[in-house]
C-alpha cells in the first residue's frame, strides 16, 4: 500500500515540458507524483532523463481528449490507495496548422475536447478525493491549479496588445448546439485552429474561478491559474510551422522579455501547489521580470471575458451536459 504520510498530487501531460520539470520540481519537495500521460513509456523515460528517482513517481495512463480515458484513470486512481494532495491540470494540445477540425472519439473538436472538456470531467470526479485531504493539516489545504495561458488574458497586456485571432467563446452558441460536425468552436462561428486552443484556455480560467465559487467556502479547497512566462520550447509547438519554432524562443527571450526555461517553469508551477504564500484561492498568479528566477508572484487580474459570473455558470452547465455529469450523483 502507499504510504499515507506522503503527499500525493496528480499532474496531467507529465511527460514533457512544464509537466514533466513540474514533477521534477515537486518530488525535490518530497512529494509524490501521479504522472498522468498518454504514453507512459514516454514519461518514463523523460523522468529517468531528468534523474527523477522511480519511486517518487507513478505512471498512470489517460488521454484528456478521451471521456471514457478520463473515467478509467479516475476510477484507477480512486481505487490505488493514495490520498490526492493535489491536481495538477496542465495537458494541453495545439495544433494550429489543422485546416478542417480533428475531433475527439466523442466528436468534439479536440483541443475543446482535451484542454477543457477532459480536465473539466476530471476535476469534477476527483473533487471528493481532494475533499477528503482536507484533514491533513500538515500540509495546508488540497489545491487544484490549473495553467493558463497569457494569449487568453488580454489582461496581461493591459489590454493594449492585439492577439491575432483572439480567445472570444461568444455566448457559448456551439457549446449549447451539441459541439459536434459541422460545429467546431465554442462560439459556433467558423473554424480557426489557433484559436481553438486560446478558446479552450480561456475555459480553463473561467471554470478555475467558478470552481472557487462554487466549492472554496464550503470545502477549503484552494482553486487557483498560473502563468509562469513563456515557456517557447515545449512540445506544446511541435505541430507549429518550423520558422515560427526557430523564431518564437528568440522573440521571447529578446523582444517580448516574457521567455522562461523549463525548469524555471516547473519550479513556479511547484510554488503553486506547495507553498504557504499561494494559498488564496480564486487567483491567477503571475511573475513580474518573468525570466528572473527571483521573480516576484503577484496576482494577476483576468479579462472580462473571464471575469462573467453569468457566462461563467453558463459554461459549467454546458460542459456538465457534454461530459455526462448533468445529473448524476
Known sequence: MPSTDQPTVIVTGASSGVGLHATHALTRRGWHVVMACRDLAKAEAAARGLGIAAETVSLMEIDLGSLASVRRFALAFQTSGRSLDALVCNAAVYLPLLKEPARSP??????????????????????????????????????????????????????????????????????AAGFLAPIAMINGKPFKAGKAYKDSKLCNMIISRELHRRFHAQTGIVFNTLYPGCVAETALFRNAPKLFQRIFPWFQKNITKGYVSQPLSGERVAQVVCDPEFQQSGVHWSWGNRQKPDAKPFAQALSAKARDDRRANRLWELSEDLVGLRGAS
Open 106 to 175: 466523442e466528436g468534439y473538436e479536440i483541443s475543446v475536447a482535451t484542454n477543457h472538456l477532459g480536465h473539466f470531467l476530471l476535476m469534477n470526479l476527483l473533487l471528493p478525493e481532494l475533499r477528503r485531504a482536507t484533514g491533513r493539516a500538515s500540509l495546508g489545504p488540497p489545491r487544484l491549479v490549473t495553467l493558463g495561458t497569457v494569449t487568453a488574458n488580454s489582461e496581461e497586456f493591459g489590454g493594449k496588445v492585439p492577439i491575432p485571432a483572439p480567445a472570444d467563446i461568444g455566448d457559448l452558441e456551439g457549446l
